[in-house]
């Protein structure tokens, strides 16, 4: 299928048209017609090569929704005409234990990603959705709930999940008390989930500044974290607090915040850490985790979650000819929280 994206072409990561061809379709495969894609932070490092590991030209974008246009023979789960998603990733090997659990997000042989991963039957490189189709096999295509707004949707494919997991995983529930670090396009979907889960939440940062939005995305207080004071009257609040920050910051004053058996969970990539100091670990049986997306059916599970209580990321739409200029403006935290591209705007008669 002949198609046409935004590429990268260099560590510049300048984004311009780029034709190419989708695969044919696989027996179990879903075509569909891009209508949304999401612009996530690792879009914009990818496209830098700022990991070490992008192959140029690369197509990015991780968060997807769109209308189904053709599937194949073997396909049962979706038809024609279906409005549907898809995430970070669009393969595994099925098989392993986590595949066979449900958290293909862990497969022992590793997640085939949406964009700069290897295609398992071809050895292609994978391209994401800032292009105007894609085929997927159906097993990762997901299902969006009718009363979800599509337009404004796609991030909760990545941000959305990314929080939800953890949430799910250390059993957030009504009661729970809940530390959100960061307010971007991750910590904002962790305060809303949390809050919707019933948890009191906490939004914490360096300076007062954004106190007013944080309890407007529905946090119930807000902790400033170079307040000495108010720090240690916070010791052994918290069940699990979310680090959503993605550059290198110490975790230090955040230990003694959570209470016993409490956790802090990692969802930012912030590379290697400096000396932690493990006495607040083993004082109160705490822990430092790490948690990456979730596997398709807990994906499934958060937006039918955000479909019942009404949970949409706060977004910006721009035209795909904005691309770059929006990076720019991501890199200077200049989004409340998130772009979406409408890819309406992304016509192959006038991008040729």
């Not at 090997?93 to 497969?107: F, P, V, Y």
């Not at 207080?221 to 004071?229: M, W």
């Not at 937006?303 to 691309?323: G, H, S, T, Y």
Request: net charge negative; glycine share 10%; charged share 25%.
């Amino acid at each position: 299928m002949q198609t046409i994206g935004y590429a990268a072409q260099d560590t510049s990561g300048h984004l311009a048209p780029f034709h190419f061809d989708r695969r044919e379709l696989r027996s179990n495969d879903v075509a569909i017609e891009i209508l949304y894609s999401g612009v996530c932070h690792s879009d914009l490092h990818t496209a830098r090569n700022d990991w070490g590991w992008t192959t140029y030209p690369t197509v990015v974008g991780h968060e997807i929704v769109g209308r189904v246009i053709e599937v194949a023979s073997d396909v049962t789960k979706h038809k024609v005409g279906d409005i549907v998603g898809i995430g970070c990733m669009v393969d595994s090997c099925q098989h392993c234990d986590q595949c066979k659990k449900g958290e293909e997000q862990l497969c022992r042989e590793g997640n085939t990603g949406t964009y700069g991963g290897t295609d398992r039957v071809t050895g292609e490189p994978t391209k994401g959705g800032y292009s105007k189709h894609i085929v997927a096999r159906q097993e990762f295509v997901l299902k969006m709930p009718d009363s979800l707004d599509i337009a404004k949707a796609a991030p909760l494919l990545c941000a959305g999940i990314t929080t939800y997991s953890p949430l799910r995983t250390w059993g957030i529930a009504e009661g729970s008390r809940v530390g959100v670090i960061g307010m971007g396009g991750l910590g904002h979907m962790a305060i809303k989930l949390a809050a919707a889960m019933g948890a009191h939440v906490t939004v914490m940062s360096r300076s007062p500044d954004k106190e007013a939005d944080a309890k407007e995305l529905g946090a119930h207080a807000f902790l400033v974290s170079s307040d000495d004071a108010a720090m240690a009257e916070a010791a052994s609040t918290f069940n699990l607090i979310i680090d959503t920050v993605p550059v290198k910051h110490e975790l230090d004053p955040y230990l003694p915040l959570l209470d016993v058996d409490g956790t802090l969970c990692l969802v930012g990539q912030i590379g290697p850490m400096a000396e932690m100091n493990t006495v607040p670990l083993l004082l109160g049986r705490r822990r430092v985790a790490g948690s990456p997306i979730g596997g398709i059916a807990e994906t499934q599970e958060m937006l039918d979650f955000c479909a019942a209580k009404n949970i949409l990321p706060e977004v910006e739409m721009i035209r795909i000819d904005e691309i770059n200029h929006a990076y720019e403006r991501m890199e200077r935290s200049d989004v409340r929280y998130r772009f979406v591209i409408d890819m309406a705007s992304l016509d192959m008669a006038e991008a040729a």
